[in-house]
């Protein structure tokens, strides 16, 4: 069984960087697409960014394009997001999840696998 811990969050100030890291165990995380979801308090959990192995397909929100990337390191079995720019509107947890089909996709409900979360706040 797939199991996806989070870590590096923490508290920055706007237009700081801050890397979060999804560090997967039981299962070999190359072999999943990778998702990165963020749920702000009182909003709904929404999509930030995917990334695909075999071909390093990647997808963004339109919020985050330009400042987010996301990527992987097989040898370690993890998956990073890279935030640069930072405002106080990425303040949220931030997820990772693991979808067993090789699709890259925006939706929640496609992922079958979910860490507990890392809180990113970002300070004005």
């Known amino acids: 069984q797939l199991q996806l811990v989070e870590s590096g969050g923490g508290l920055v100030q706007a237009g700081d960087s801050l890397r979060i890291t999804c560090a997967a165990t039981g299962r070999t995380l190359g072999t999943y697409t990778v998702g990165w979801f963020r749920q702000a308090p009182g909003k709904e959990r929404e999509f930030v960014a995917a990334?695909?192995?075999?071909?390093?397909?990647?997808r963004y929100a339109e919020s985050v394009k330009g400042r987010f990337t996301i990527s992987g390191d097989r040898s370690k079995n993890m998956a990073y997001l890279q935030m640069n720019n930072l405002k106080p509107e990425d303040t949220a947890v931030y997820y990772c999840?693991?979808?067993?089909?090789?699709?890259?996709?925006?939706?929640?409900?496609?992922?079958?696998?979910w860490g507990k979360g890392t809180q990113v706040t970002v300070s004005s």
């Open positions: 990334f695909r192995w075999v071909d390093d397909m990647e």
């Open positions: 999840a693991a979808r067993t089909w090789p699709t890259v996709e925006v939706t929640e409900n496609d992922y079958d696998y």
